[in-house]
């Protein structure tokens, strides 16, 4: 339902060339072709000629050193590392000769976008199939300078083996003549390795790019120099929207040694309103005049909105439950209501939270030959791309984005606004520009996971049966701000929706009456840019949902493991579907019941301590990750401030295709769960967020770590993602754990000891 359909590497369609090119072996992906084109020249002379663009995925050069092509961005995720380890697997190469290169935006990549945890989802099918084809051609040439028959043939450690011959790939490669083109049929064909035949997939390693980022030579967006190139500093307007400048005074600023300037910008992307920029010889010297000098505007209509303003107004919208649109119609929830004996009602709130990536947005800009180049890290270049286009006045194939690491992109970097301002400065003075921001000024042009509200029923019979759940979740909604072409239409074809703002609504519970409504809060709209934050949607609506099952299981006097298990019984649309959701909501039950085993869920804790209990399915229900939380905690009854001991949890992605990163995902996940649940969190006033660094916004500190255990389900199903998952139950299992300890059911994240003490029963 909600991944981007446009975000697939379109290989579908395209033949696949291996040939030898120059002292080398190329292996791409190439448009496929009708019966009216004509193709001249084989594989080879097409990929030196570059013939209908061809996309170079790998190389082999007649070191053997095989090159892996990666379009996917690297933000600490280790994502090249993970899909080298397919294509490496697929070839049967040596690990120790294989290296990754991270590409720009030359539209031969494909549509290029990393986020949602699908990068191994979304590659491993055709990335095998280009490795396993890779290895046929290999093995064909292998065994023709081996003098033995093809069938007789493996790979292993970049060698082609036939009983005790041996030929390396350097040595294909150089003397092997290799000309071959795969048809799109004739790729499909090719099938993953099983699981027993795997040589890397699955097996521990170092990430390829840790070196670079431990020994300082990794190179970052901010660390790019260009020739001649000017320094520069934004000056934020007081709103997001409608700001216009009408007066500056750079007076104080003259004085400052090195300052060139100021540029009043004009954006015809409309991306940006109301901005200035200063110029400098250096950035200490851009910093200090963008302090000095002075900008006088008109303010835009929210320069007054207060975060309890856009609460206000979610709280309003969800409790009308005409709002939204549907995008789970199950049963007659309408009927279950008027027929229920007993009920009950919750409100859920998150307030508005930051991403405060360790590196700045920034940009560095130059034109050079009618070509606008832009140097940064971002995480959406498909996206952005065409508003840089539109922002400067070319068209999109005169737009290059040169891509760098990423010092943290958690959903930040999907946007690539601050892009527009460096390159809108660099054409205005005719000069290379390099934009950086302070930690300040990012902090208040930062897309904001936007305030949520959710308003939760639940409707019983008579003879005390769940008759069912409904459910309204109000929020300022990321797609419909920067990518409104994505959002779908709702069940009932009344109305569009983002599906990142409600996935995780859509759970694997049977029900048999379920209604959910994806409600837009428009005054949040209109206050600032919404944007995808770790985790976009479940973040939030894993916290009403299983927050409230909690609430619901002790209504019913029941474990709330026993309760949950009694509705993941893998019916109906909960039964999953090959390959990627085989076995459904019973693979949600084993983790369960591993956890409360590993746990020894139910022990008897001190006085003030307990444990809670939440699940996941991860970022999105057709790319489902299943997931379990436990959280042992201790409340301070005189304080009400939580201490969490410890976070256990248990995942099933499939295949771990690259079990060091995926530990990692989830180590860093978890405690940015824990992080969301107690501490993160700021609020609007006066149209902007209170807190611009981080001596007020505090975040998870070293002394708050709990332990970690966690774990993975050890099969061999279709790989998911992992980006998200293990962040989405924790804070649930937190307030379920709190609740389990002194009785306080808390519904307002980040969970703050006044809330804690307000709801302990007297």
């Not at 043939?153 to 030929?167: D, F, H, L, R, Y």
């Not at 099938?191 to 040589?199: D, F, G, L, N, V």
């Not at 520069?232 to 104080?252: E, F, L, N, Q």
């Not at 774990?711 to 989405?728: A, C, K, W």
Request: some cysteine; proline content about 5%; aromatic content about 8%.
């Amino acid at each position: 339902m909600t991944r981007l359909r446009k975000d697939k590497i379109e290989h579908s369609r395209r033949r696949f060339l291996i040939g030898s090119v120059g002292s080398g072996l190329l292996m791409a992906f190439a448009p496929s072709i009708n019966a009216l084109e004509v193709v001249t020249g084989g594989a080879s002379e097409q990929l030196a000629a570059k013939s209908f663009s061809p996309t170079v995925w790998f190389e082999i050069d007649t070191q053997g050193k095989i090159l892996v092509n990666i379009a996917r961005a690297e933000m600490g995720q280790h994502v090249g590392t993970a899909i080298a380890r397919i294509v490496a697997d697929e070839l049967g190469a040596d690990w120790n000769n294989v290296e990754i290169k991270h590409v720009d935006t030359d539209p031969k990549w494909g549509y290029m976008v990393t986020g949602g945890s699908w990068s191994v989802f979304q590659t491993y099918v055709p990335m095998s199939q280009a490795g396993a084809a890779g290895r046929s051609v290999l093995i064909e040439a292998g065994a023709k300078l081996l003098g033995v028959n093809p069938k007789d043939c493996s790979t292993q450690n970049s060698q082609v083996v036939a009983g005790n011959k041996s030929i390396s790939f350097a040595d294909v490669v150089k003397n092997g003549k290799i000309e071959r083109t795969f048809s799109p049929e004739e790729l499909e064909k090719f099938e993953p390795k099983s699981p027993a035949s795997r040589q890397l997939i699955a097996k521990p390693s170092q990430a390829l790019d840790i070196p670079a980022k431990t020994n300082g030579t990794a190179q970052y967006g901010i660390d790019i120099e260009l020739e001649g190139m000017v320094y520069a500093r934004p000056v934020i307007p007081p709103t997001r929207h409608g700001s216009k400048v009408t007066s500056v005074d750079d007076s104080k600023a003259k004085a400052i040694k090195g300052y060139q300037g100021y540029e009043i910008l004009t954006d015809p992307s409309d991306t940006i309103q109301g901005w200035v920029t200063v110029l400098a010889d250096t950035y200490y010297a851009a910093v200090k005049a963008g302090n000095a000098i002075k900008v006088q505007y008109d303010l835009g209509e929210t320069a007054n909105v207060s975060e309890q303003d856009i609460i206000s107004q979610g709280e309003t919208l969800a409790k009308d439950k005409t709002s939204g649109t549907l995008v789970v119609d199950e049963g007659d929830i309408a009927k279950a209501a008027q027929n229920a004996k007993t009920s009950l009602e919750s409100v859920y709130r998150t307030s508005s939270v930051l991403h405060f990536t360790m590196e700045p947005v920034n940009a560095a800009v130059e034109f050079k030959d009618g070509v606008c180049h832009v140097h940064c890290g971002n995480q959406w270049q498909s996206l952005f791309l065409p508003v840089v286009a539109k922002a400067v006045g070319l068209g999109d194939d005169k737009v290059i984005i040169h891509q760098y690491y990423l010092g943290g992109g958690f959903g930040r970097r999907l946007a690539g606004d601050y892009m527009v301002p460096a390159a809108l400065t660099a054409k205005a003075i005719g000069k290379p520009v390099k934009l950086v921001f302070t930690r300040e000024d990012d902090t208040r042009f930062d897309c904001v996971r936007s305030p949520s509200v959710q308003q939760m029923n639940a409707y019983w019979d008579g003879d005390d049966k769940l008759l069912g759940i409904e459910h309204g979740a109000a929020a300022g909604w990321p797609t419909l701000a920067m990518a409104p072409g994505f959002m779908p239409e709702g069940v009932d074809k009344k109305g569009k929706f983002d599906p990142f703002s409600i996935a995780g609504a859509d759970h694997w519970y049977t029900l048999k009456n379920h209604r959910v409504r994806a409600i837009n809060n428009p005054l949040a709209q209109k206050t600032f840019v919404p944007g995808w934050l770790r985790a976009v949607g479940p973040g939030w609506t894993g916290w009403a949902v299983e927050s409230f099952m909690d609430e619901i299981a002790h209504e019913q006097n029941m474990d709330p493991i026993d309760f949950r298990l009694s509705m993941l019984d893998a019916s109906g649309k909960n039964a999953g579907e090959a390959p990627v959701s085989v076995g459904g909501a019973k693979r949600l039950a084993k983790v369960l019941t591993d956890i409360r085993s590993k746990t020894n869920w139910g022990q008897t804790l001190p006085k003030n301590q307990g444990m809670g209990i939440a699940i996941s399915s991860g970022q999105e229900r057709d790319m489902p990750t299943w997931g379990a939380c436990v959280a042992h905690v201790e409340v301070d009854v005189e304080s009400g401030k939580v201490k969490v001991h410890k976070l256990t949890g248990i995942l099933d992605c499939g295949t771990v295709v690259h079990p060091d990163g995926a530990l990692a995902q989830t180590q860093g996940s978890m405690l940015w769960g824990l992080s969301l649940a107690l501490f993160e969190g700021t609020k609007f006033t006066k149209g902007q967020v209170k807190d611009t660094n981080l001596d007020t916004y505090g975040p998870l500190r070293m002394n708050n770590l709990p332990d970690l255990d966690i774990s993975f389900v050890q099969n061999t199903e279709f790989p998911t993602g992992l980006g998200e998952p293990g962040l989405i139950a924790v804070a649930p299992a937190i307030a379920n754990a709190i609740f389990n300890a002194v009785g306080a059911r808390v519904r307002d994240l980040p969970i703050r000891p006044e809330a804690v003490l307000a709801a302990m029963p007297s």
